[in-house]
């Protein structure tokens, strides 16, 4: 183990991010510590309270990413395991070059420490960014713990984070086992005895993922495997190698970090709102730190100690926060009770033992109706519908399986109105995005209005007069200042029958080519008359093609053609863009949105985006 620990250097700033790249590079040849890094690539890096800034950090991360790439037919250079930037004054611009780093080291990462910088995302720019850093995760798997605490992240950061995690597969500890054992790894404790095409594995793209979401054990995953079966060797040639659980190789994403730490970033009670999905997900951490190398004696094992001693919190680390208010506070502490409350019925279960790592939240479906998962938004607004609406109830969920469920989503739904009412519709991507395709799915596939019969009845004259007469008749009446009647005309008997008197009538004459007459005989004489011919009805279409949407394409498309349309691609679920076609489609959602025409607009744009399941992201269980 290599050690760049820069915390007693005097300087600091731009010129020690200098330093350090120099010192990263020397490990690349013909630098002189090459021959050292060949022996023992893993390296933590620590320049704590350096105030790197984000030009200084710029230098660091040029040269990691070179020494992270570098390999030879002797091996990797530098194995990225620990990393601490604790108060640098690193802001948002800086987490783009981190996310190369992050990716590269998907599988050595263990510890990153971005504590007490000025990340806040406030402008589309650093949304992308943090967006972008967030997805750079997806497929490190030993990761232990992401510390944030200390800055002023703001709550478009804990939005894009739920979209991002939502995103994520639950990892399932049964299905990671299935695919360890059919993929068995040779285990050696001599590295020698590894094959060479093995340790020279490439290391430019990430792991494949199956359809499970799970990485498949690549050969750069089975190198990792020989790392022996007993503890972390003393030695730095043997400790590379040095094993630990299978499953790990299964576990990755931001899902599968035992803690998240967002103390002191200033949340608020739409943070707390994002967080509490994400909580209701989130896995214990002494269920995922079985899926990581354990952490080293000292400070870190010291660290997540002190984590397990918050009250509130397991793995996901949010106090304290001063901003959070009394909405936030019970919002996140419901999201945990039901986290726990899913957990207790998996370890209730005949055969359940502690630490077993053959059952897993996404495993808890397949356990049949006594476990439980939190109810996710996109069900708890279909069963609401269902109760309002139509008056039924769901069956299936009976009320002692859905009390706490159903408090916690009145919970969100206060600060979701609190939300629309005091910061606006466009604080919310998801919102913003939904209600424009709504207005644009509307415009193309509202179905027609149905046409009412007139309870009254026609004077049957009316179908014997001619329409010209008609129309003349209303003009007259209409150029001498009187409204024009829709009564039949007078008869000639009539005494005002002369002050109405008759306009001659153009008639149009058919004229037939001679050349297409088949018999020289004369045509029957037609009588002469002032009606006009009786045109045939058209034939009754068929009204089959009102069942079908326009193209003939079915909701599932016309969801993906709205979302592109309207930029919602990344931001709408296929379920969430389906359900605004058919919400967009359906005339008696005009009939229920007309219904809170009284209401505040908040609580009208609630009731639209609650009926569409768009009011939060989808996560995915």
Not at 36 to 61: I, M, N, Q
């Amino acid at each position: 183990m290599v050690k760049f620990h820069y915390v007693n250097r005097k300087s600091e700033g731009v010129k020690l991010g200098q330093v350090v790249a120099k010192d990263l590079l020397k490990r690349l040849p013909p630098g002189s510590s090459y021959k050292t890094a060949l022996r023992d690539p893993c390296v933590d890096l620590d320049v704590s309270g350096k105030l790197l800034t984000d030009d200084g950090f710029v230098e660091v991360t040029e040269a990691l990413v070179k020494s992270i790439q570098y390999q030879d037919d002797n091996g990797r250079v530098l194995k990225l395991e620990e990393v601490w930037l604790k108060g640098n004054e690193l802001t948002a611009s800086s987490l783009k070059p981190l996310a190369k780093v992050v990716a590269l080291a998907w599988d050595d990462l263990r510890d990153l420490d971005l504590s007490e910088n000025r990340i806040t995302i406030s402008t589309s720019e650093d949304a992308a960014a943090w967006e972008e850093f967030l997805q750079s995760f997806s497929s490190c798997c030993v990761l232990r713990r992401i510390d944030f605490s200390g800055n002023n992240l703001g709550s478009k950061a804990f939005e894009v984070l739920a979209r991002v995690y939502g995103k994520e597969k639950s990892f399932d500890t049964q299905g990671m086992v299935g695919i360890c054992s059919s993929h068995p790894l040779p285990h050696s404790e001599n590295p020698a005895e590894i094959p060479s095409s093995v340790q020279s594995s490439s290391r430019k793209g990430s792991p494949s993922s199956n359809a499970k979401g799970c990485v498949e054990p690549t050969s750069e995953l089975a190198r990792r495997g020989q790392r022996g079966t007993g503890q972390e060797s003393e030695t730095t040639d043997q400790r590379s190698h040095t094993a630990y659980p299978r499953s790990v190789f299964a576990t990755n994403g931001i899902r599968s970090v035992p803690y998240l730490v967002f103390s002191g970033t200033a949340m608020t009670d739409a943070c707390a709102l994002y967080l509490s999905y994400i909580i209701a997900c989130h896995d214990t951490p002494h269920r995922l730190l079985e899926h990581v190398p354990p952490a080293k004696a000292g400070l870190p094992a010291q660290q997540l100690e002190a984590y397990d001693q918050i009250p509130g919190c397991q793995g996901i680390i949010y106090r304290p926060n001063d901003g959070i208010g009394g909405a936030g506070t019970k919002v996140l502490e419901l999201a945990e009770h039901d986290r726990r409350g899913s957990l207790m019925d998996i370890t209730e279960e005949p055969g359940y033992e502690d630490g077993d790592a053959s059952v897993s939240p996404a495993s808890v479906t397949r356990r049949g109706s006594e476990a439980r998962l939190p109810e996710s938004p996109q069900k708890a607004a279909q069963r609401r519908r269902n109760t309002i609406w139509t008056g039924s109830f769901d069956e299936s969920n009976s009320p002692s399986d859905t009390t706490n469920s159903s408090e916690l989503n009145r919970a969100r739904s206060r600060i979701q109105g609190d939300s629309l009412r005091d910061l606006g519709l466009r604080s919310n991507d998801l919102w913003c995005v939904s209600l424009k395709m709504l207005a644009v799915a509307r415009i193309v596939l509202l179905e027609p209005k149905k046409k009412q019969v007139s309870p009254l009845r026609i004077d049957s004259r009316s179908a014997d007069t001619p329409k010209s007469l008609l129309s003349s008749s209303n003009s007259a009446r209409t150029a001498a200042g009187r409204l024009p009647s829709l009564s039949i005309p007078l008869a000639p008997g009539n005494p005002n029958h002369l002050m109405f008197p008759k306009l001659p009538q153009r008639r149009k004459e058919s004229i037939v080519s001679p050349s297409l007459v088949m018999t020289p005989a004369a045509p029957p004489a037609v009588e002469k008359t002032h009606e006009l011919p009786v045109r045939p009805k058209p034939l009754k279409k068929s009204l089959s093609y009102r069942t079908q949407l326009l193209g003939e394409l079915d909701e599932s498309t016309w969801g993906r053609i709205v979302s592109l349309a309207c930029g919602g691609v990344g931001i709408v679920s296929k379920d969430q863009s389906v359900a605004v076609v058919r919400w967009a489609r359906d005339r008696g959602s005009l009939e229920r949105e007309m219904e809170a025409l009284g209401k505040a607009e908040s609580a009208q744009i609630w009731r639209v985006l609650e009926g569409m399941g768009c009011l939060a992201y989808e996560m995915a269980m």
